[in-house]
């Protein structure tokens, strides 16, 4: 069973970056996406970015131009996020799919999670 954890959250002001990486126990599959999603109180979960096998990124429109996601290495997942604002505040999960995905950021695609790392960001 592949096992997700993610590090890096953390509390920082309005326009401040923080990195958010991902790391899986281990992957075997060839044909997968890896994504991040998040849930801030109250809402549903949602697709930040993700990228499949062949290297194709998504990102959602609210964060295009200001977050990047990539891989590193075999398993490893990034997500360098920039210009930060208070509405990017939530609970942020790192998630794989164990084949293509219909819709990269629908969360129902996604059958494996981390346990979330939350990110805080202050006005």
């Known amino acids: 069973q592949v096992q997700l954890v993610e590090s890096g959250g953390g509390s920082v002001q309005s326009g401040g970056s923080l990195r958010l990486s991902c790391a899986a126990s281990e992957y075997t599959h060839s044909n997968f996406c890896m994504g991040w999603f998040r849930q801030a109180p109250g809402k549903e979960r949602q697709g930040v970015a993700c990228?499949?096998?062949?290297?194709?990124t998504s990102y959602a429109d609210s964060v295009k131009g200001r977050f990047t996601i990539s891989r590193e290495g075999a398993g490893n997942l990034v997500l360098q996020m920039n210009n930060l604002r208070s509405d990017d505040t939530a609970m942020y999960f790192c998630?794989?799919?164990?084949?293509?995905?219909?819709?990269?950021?629908?969360?129902?695609?996604?059958?494996?999670w981390g346990q979330g790392t939350q990110v805080t960001v202050s006005s």
């Open positions: 990228v499949d096998s062949t290297g194709r």
């Open positions: 998630a794989a799919s164990l084949d293509t995905v219909s819709y990269p950021l629908s969360p129902e695609g996604y059958p494996i």
